[in-house]
């Protein structure tokens, strides 16, 4: 267990007498816990891009701005890269990236056009077994029959 969770599980203890200390430490915990969940590497990201297949209503690869944030363990397949790549029509020319590829701390510091369809396109790569799966973002209409 790393030092900053130790310390917030001391904290904790220390604290645990009323209600709202409780509330606070599982708080505090959860944060210690995402900021341990390292970035994605440039040798993860390559990986990730040399084996994604992206859907067949995507572009090229080429033709979107992406973004990477690892996400922690996700039960027996462990840590995962997630991608978000986000059409370059969806941008000002001065808003592209030079080389296209932005590492993020999470998917909430990623804006998501909504209604894109394919300008958006979700992936998740685990490197422990190198397999990489990429949806559309789509909307569901459910239609009563």
Do not use: H
Request: hydrophobic share 40%.
């Amino acid at each position: 267990m790393s030092d900053k969770v130790l310390a917030s599980v001391r904290w904790c203890v220390a604290f645990s007498s009323s209600i709202l200390a409780g509330f606070a430490c599982v708080a505090s915990m959860d944060v210690q816990a995402d900021d341990l969940v390292a970035k994605p590497s440039s040798t993860e990201i390559r990986s990730l891009e040399r084996r994604v297949k992206l859907p067949p209503e995507a572009s090229a690869l080429r033709t979107y701005v992406r973004y990477y944030y690892a996400s922690g363990d996700s039960g027996p397949i462990g840590r995962a890269v997630e991608g978000i790549y986000v059409a370059k029509s969806w941008f000002k020319p001065s808003e592209i990236p030079p080389d296209d590829i932005v590492v993020v701390g999470a998917e909430s510091d990623v804006t998501v056009p909504e209604g894109a369809k394919c300008t958006v396109v979700f992936v998740t790569y685990t490197p422990s077994n190198k397999t990489a799966v990429a949806y559309c973002s789509v909307s569901l209409i459910l239609k009563k029959k």
